[in-house]
């Protein structure tokens, strides 16, 4: 679950003795924010204080990893906020604070490894195979009836998170993506043909599936009948607003990257999942899918909005792998294949 209250050990004693200007402290606060939220996620920690066990010889190459792809920060943030984690892992070995045999060396080694061609991040990110079960369980849960303002609320709610999940599984959208939706975008779940603007402000074509437009419809129908009653008061015009809103106060507010991973996390801890599940597990599930069922790269590079192919291909590397395994064992000939085309070749010259 993402925990934004989440705060690294020590970092009051750490903002205190190194000597930066008071606008580059605030910005060190911000992105040692970040960092105790990614390591409360991997950690499935929902403690106030992460504590510097949960540091590994490869968390800044992972929290880099993170804030890129999982995140979507900018360049620029991200280059800020890995800054600040590098300055704060050296304070925390220089203090004796790095437990085991982690040192600040190391972090920094493997970082480093990790920007050079390899790109070793990457392929350390397995597909979650129970990525759909998250969407069944929200497809599952029953409905309360909207006879009290609270059922009203509840409803509206779990239908909401049905279309969440459904469109992110068919999409692969990034969870940034789907909390800047607008109904308009998709015509209330009646087109199936999105143009959004992504990552780097970069335009690209989503397309909704069938499940995802029956879902984003039914949350869309509730809603409305809901705003009839005058529990809503709208702002805006229905067309202009958000297509995935709050249901926890009495005006249209959209919903933030942050009620995605709630709704994901929540689900996978209920199920008891053995692995911790994140939006950004859906979109890598639904690409190594395509891809193993033979669709081209170039597609898939379309699908992700990845700008470069290059990017697609060392992200998924190993499905291609296995693609290209199953290939060459469906279609190689065996040996005896081979000698009876040879003889059916020389009985023809004869």
Not at 236 to 252: A, G, I, K, N, Q
Not at 279 to 285: E, L
Request: glycine content about 6%; proline content about 3%; aromatic content about 6%.
């Amino acid at each position: 679950m993402t925990n934004d209250a989440a705060m690294v050990a020590h970092l009051d004693d750490f903002l205190s003795q190194i000597d930066v200007a008071r606008k580059t402290e605030a910005t060190y606060r911000y992105g040692l924010q970040a960092l105790a939220q990614f390591l409360a996620e991997q950690s499935n920690n929902h403690a106030l204080i992460i504590d510097t066990t949960h540091l590994s010889a490869d968390t800044l190459t992972q929290f880099r990893h993170w804030m890129r792809h999982e995140r979507g920060l900018s360049r620029r943030s991200e280059g800020t906020y890995l800054a600040a984690a590098i300055r704060y892992v050296e304070w925390l070995d220089t203090n004796g604070h790095l437990k085991g045999d982690i040192t600040s060396s190391q972090l920094k080694l493997n970082l480093r490894n990790s920007r050079g061609r390899r790109r070793v991040g990457y392929k350390t990110q397995p597909i979650k195979e129970a990525v759909p079960l998250v969407v069944q369980f929200y497809d599952q849960m029953p409905l309360p009836e909207p006879s009290t303002a609270r059922g009203g609320r509840q409803r509206l709610t779990i239908l909401r998170n049905r279309a969440i999940v459904h469109t992110l599984i068919g999409t692969g959208l990034r969870a940034q993506e789907l909390a800047s939706l607008r109904r308009s975008d998709c015509a209330d779940g009646k087109s199936d043909k999105m143009l959004i603007t992504g990552k780097g402000e970069k335009e690209r074509l989503v397309i909704l599936n069938a499940e995802a437009k029956t879902a984003i419809q039914a949350y869309l129908r509730a809603r409305d009948a809901d705003r009839a009653t005058g529990r809503k008061r709208p702002s805006l015009t229905s067309t202009d607003e958000p297509l995935f809103v709050r249901h926890d106060r009495d005006t249209l507010a959209a919903i933030s990257t942050k009620t995605v991973w709630l709704l994901v996390s929540d689900a996978a801890r209920k199920l008891g999942l053995s692995t911790h599940i994140s939006p950004h597990d859906f979109r890598r599930y639904m690409a190594t899918t395509l891809l193993s069922e033979g669709m081209p790269l170039e597609s898939v590079q379309a699908f992700l909005g990845h700008e470069s192919i290059v990017t697609t291909r060392t992200v998924y590397a190993h499905t291609r792998s296995e693609v290209l395994d199953d290939q060459v064992k469906s279609y190689r000939p065996t040996l005896s294949d081979m000698l009876q085309r040879a003889r059916r070749q020389q009985d023809s010259d004869n």
